[in-house]
């Protein structure tokens, strides 16, 4: 969870707190794009977080050991990424500032590389 706190609060004014009793990371202190999952649904280790149009679909279809549909918040589009497997970081790094992107402000989405 380190590796992820580490990667949510390196991008442009993010806060965590906990959020239905688990570390959630929000921009500007409002919306939500990370939500950790601790066993909190199921036995297994993972991220909620937003994703672009499609991606979703995409990786589960890819590698439904890797990423599935989360509840509550998939039908939105949502993705779910186990944590509790090898992990590729780079490529969680990716997906955490697409989930950014996704909800930041134009403004605050722009200053990401």
Do not use: N
């Not at 918040?73 to 186990?82: A, F, K, Q, S």
């Not at 497997?85 to 909800?103: M, Q």
């Amino acid at each position: 969870m380190e590796r992820l706190r580490e990667l949510c609060l390196a991008l442009p004014e993010t806060t965590e707190r906990l959020s239905h009793g688990e570390p959630t990371w929000f921009v500007r202190g409002k919306k939500t794009f990370v939500m950790f999952a601790d066993h909190h649904h199921d036995d297994r280790l993972a991220f909620w977080c937003a994703a672009p149009p499609g991606a979703q679909e995409e990786l589960v279809a890819e590698d439904p050991e890797r990423f599935f549909r989360p509840p509550y918040v998939g039908h939105r589009g949502w993705l779910g990424v186990y944590l509790d497997v090898e992990v590729d970081w780079a490529e969680v790094a990716e997906i955490v500032a697409d989930a950014y992107r996704r909800i930041a402000p134009k403004s605050l989405a722009a200053r990401l590389p």
